[in-house]
């Protein structure tokens, strides 16, 4: 009785396939608008990272403190 946990792994997969394709599509999308796709894409790059650099930094500091705190 009950569900089938095979069922709902498989469904996950399905999720995670779609979730890959859709992500490939629109990086695609983003790369073929311009002409200089590549150049447009290093320059966004570059005004993004510093941000994602330094909000990870400041997540892995968190975590990395708790657990000395806690040792």
């Not at 330094?54 to 997540?59: A, D, K, N, P, Q």
């Amino acid at each position: 009785m009950g569900y089938n946990n095979k069922f709902f792994q498989y469904i996950g997969k399905g999720w995670g396939c779609t979730v890959s394709g859709i992500v490939i599509v629109l990086f695609a999308l983003y790369l073929g608008i311009e002409n200089d796709g590549l150049n447009v894409f290093v320059k966004d790059m570059g005004k993004f990272l510093p941000g994602l650099g330094l909000v990870m930094g400041l997540r892995v500091c968190g975590l990395i403190s708790v657990n000395l705190i806690g040792w």
